[in-house]
């Protein structure tokens, strides 16, 4: 089965930084990579995904890069705001929508 | 806003109960989706719907009993449950395809359940 890791678990920065998020798959068969934000309380919201046969996708202050050769897809914000400051999912997928998602990393914006 | 509406957003049950889960999406979506979260953990998928029939069951425990009536509603039956049940339960949707792949899943805020 598939396995996934992201990494950092945590991340602090100062409004206005930048923020990376990795995240490592084991399974060659995965073809669906997005990133879901979850705020307390809430349900996760889909900000942004890749299909395998693009490298990269950008949507303003967010954007994901896949390396499928390295199984490994990242999730950059830039110009963080406090309200960006989430847990952000990566989850990628495969056959049948079986998303499995990463363990989660909590990133906290400082104003 | 997310287009998929789950009720009750809150829900305290004893372990003799019998409770229902219900999610529901107008966005003309074939599959359906409940996914469970624990405490500071990321969602496991429970079960998928697909043209309202059941195809994935990640091995749930037989106390929970999804069922599909329509191709809009997805409703989440509980019985005799256990303290170590209480978590989020969250209900997803999305277009469905021959393969399912790739489709984007879009999550409703889900529903806390407290099994006392």
């Known amino acids: 089965g598939e396995n996934v890791e992201q990494h950092p678990s945590t991340l602090s920065v100062q409004e206005g930084d930048s923020a990376v998020i990795k995240c490592t798959y084991s399974?060659?068969?995965?073809?669906?990579f997005p990133w879901y934000k979850q705020e307390l309380g809430k349900g996760p919201q889909l900000i942004i995904d890749i299909r395998s046969n693009v490298g990269e996708k950008k949507d303003q202050r967010i954007a994901v890069t896949l390396n499928k050769t390295a199984k490994h897809f990242s999730l950059h914000i830039t110009e963080t705001q406090p309200e960006d400051s989430a847990v952000y999912f990566c989850?990628?997928?495969?056959?049948?929508?079986?998303?499995?998602f990463g363990a989660g990393t909590r990133l906290a914006v400082h104003p | 806003d997310t287009e998929v509406t789950q009720t009750p957003k809150h829900l305290v049950m004893g372990m003799t109960n019998k409770k229902s889960l219900k999610c529901e999406q107008h966005m003309g979506h074939r599959a359906m989706y409940w996914y469970k979260q624990k405490a500071k953990k990321p969602p496991e998928l429970m079960f998928v719907?697909?043209?309202?029939?059941?195809?994935i069951n990640e091995s749930v425990p037989s106390r929970f009993s999804p069922e599909c009536p329509n191709s809009s509603l997805l409703n989440l039956h509980l019985h005799a449950l256990q303290p170590e049940d209480s978590a989020l339960y969250l209900c997803a949707s999305s277009q469905a395809s021959q393969t399912h792949s790739g489709n984007t899943i879009y999550f409703g805020e889900g529903s806390w359940l407290t099994v006392v």
């Open positions: 989850a990628p997928g495969g056959g049948y929508n079986k998303l499995i």
């Open positions: 399974d060659s068969a995965s073809n669906y």
């Open positions: 719907y697909s043209y309202e029939k059941l195809s």
